[in-house]
C-alpha cells in the first residue's frame, strides 16, 4: 500500500501562496487517484481538490476555483497543490488521499471515496 506525507503548510497572509506537497512511498502514484481535503476546526472534512489517474480529470470546490491546482509529477512520485490568494476561510489542516483505480480517468469527490490517508500538514491563512 502506499504511505503519503503532507508538507509545505504554514503561516501566510491573505493573498500569499502556498505550495503543499504530498510525497508518496511503498507504491508509485501513478496507481492512484489522488485528492487534497481540509477540516477547519469544529468542521468536517471537506474535497478541496481531486485529480484521475491519467491527470486528465479534475474537480474542485466552487471556493477555491481559479485560486487553487493540483497537479501531479508521477516521475516524483508527488501530487502538489499550489494555492494562490489564499483567503482567511482556507485555515484548517490540509491532508492528501489516494484511492487505487483502475480506470485512469476515475475521479473521487467524497472524502469517504479515498482508502489512504497522510498525517495532515496545517495552513493558517491571517487577515
Known amino acids: 500500500q502506499v504511505q503519503l506525507v503532507e508538507s509545505g503548510g504554514g503561516l501566510v497572509q491573505a493573498g500569499g501562496s502556498l505550495r503543499l506537497s504530498c510525497a508518496a512511498s511503498?507504491?508509485?502514484?501513478?496507481?492512484?487517484?489522488m485528492g487534497w481535503f481540509r477540516q477547519a476546526p469544529g468542521k468536517e472534512r471537506e474535497t478541496v481538490v481531486a485529480?484521475?489517474?491519467?491527470?486528465?480529470?479534475?474537480y474542485y470546490i466552487d471556493s477555491v476555483k481559479g485560486r487553487f491546482t493540483i497537479s501531479r509529477d508521477n516521475a516524483k512520485n508527488t501530487v502538489y497543490l499550489q494555492m494562490n490568494s489564499l483567503k482567511p476561510e482556507d485555515t484548517a489542516v490540509y491532508y492528501c488521499a489516494a484511492r487505487g483505480a483502475l480506470r485512469l480517468s476515475w475521479l473521487g469527490t467524497g472524502p469517504g471515496e479515498y482508502d489512504y490517508w497522510g498525517q495532515g500538514t496545517r495552513v493558517t491563512v491571517s487577515s
Open positions: 485529480i484521475s489517474r491519467s491527470g486528465g480529470s479534475t
Open positions: 511503498g507504491r508509485t502514484v501513478s496507481s492512484y487517484a
